[in-house]
């Protein structure tokens, strides 16, 4: 069986919502080419959204030539990706949050705004040629195997937990693992397991993250996610 090892990082996320930001595109847009030109090397693009545009929605968006890291910035959040381009591409999770929490804490500071919430999820795959039989097999009871669950070519669980992070996040934990299809370099089945740790939404208003706690929880955050996923992969026979 497969342990956290044998999964592959196909993707990071990590987001801090930023409630009652004052939010100009044009002189931000200035302020982070400025600090990050060297970091998201293409060309920006800024999106000329009416006034009343959710704001959620980004208004900026910064990617490197090579497209593995894109910032996305919205009045009420900003978005840093990792994103895998080729096969061969690995990353280092421990040292990408680090990454993170520097450019994102530098953006609060840029727009002198207060994070209110934090996220990060975590994509890993894992090739399989048949994934739905093998999260059936893996998840599921001998009885139900042979039926319902005895031929399925897609299958998926979904689990969330909440509870208080290292003793000072209060946070929802999410997992899915389900099937997928790995698109470059040619199509591969694979079992996708997906991972969110954020704070929660109920404390945004009243929360104002520091610095400090902003990089404890991308430092930590590593850890308990394969944590958790090594529940579910435990690696037994």
Not at 150 to 164: D, G, Q, T, V
Request: glycine share 2%; net charge negative.
């Amino acid at each position: 069986m497969p342990t956290i090892t044998d999964f592959e990082i196909t993707s990071i996320q990590t987001t801090i919502f930023t409630p009652s930001l004052s939010f100009a595109t044009s002189k931000l847009l200035g302020s982070v080419l400025q600090k990050w030109s060297e970091v998201f090397d293409s060309s920006p693009i800024s999106l000329p959204l009416p006034l009343d545009a959710p704001s959620e929605i980004p208004r900026i968006i910064l990617q490197n030539s090579s497209k593995h890291k894109k910032l996305e910035l919205a009045p009420k959040r900003a978005n840093l990706f990792w994103l895998r381009q080729t096969e061969t591409d690995t990353i280092i999770l421990e040292d990408y949050l680090g990454f993170a929490a520097n450019v994102l804490i530098d953006y609060v500071n840029i727009v002198n705004g207060k994070v209110g919430r934090i996220a990060t999820v975590l994509n890993r795959s894992l090739k399989n040629p048949n994934p739905g039989l093998f999260l059936a097999q893996h998840f599921c009871k001998e009885k139900w195997l042979t039926a319902p669950f005895n031929r399925p070519e897609n299958f998926e669980i979904h689990a969330h937990k909440r509870y208080s992070f290292a003793d000072r996040f209060n946070v929802n934990s999410w997992v899915r693992c389900k099937t997928g299809i790995l698109v470059k370099p040619e199509r591969e089945s694979i079992v996708l397991v997906e991972q969110d740790i954020n704070t929660v939404a109920e404390e945004m208003e009243k929360r104002e993250f520091s610095d400090q706690e902003i990089r404890d929880f991308f430092r930590l955050v590593k850890e308990e996610f394969d944590s958790i996923l090594s529940l579910y992969f435990p690696g037994e026979e």
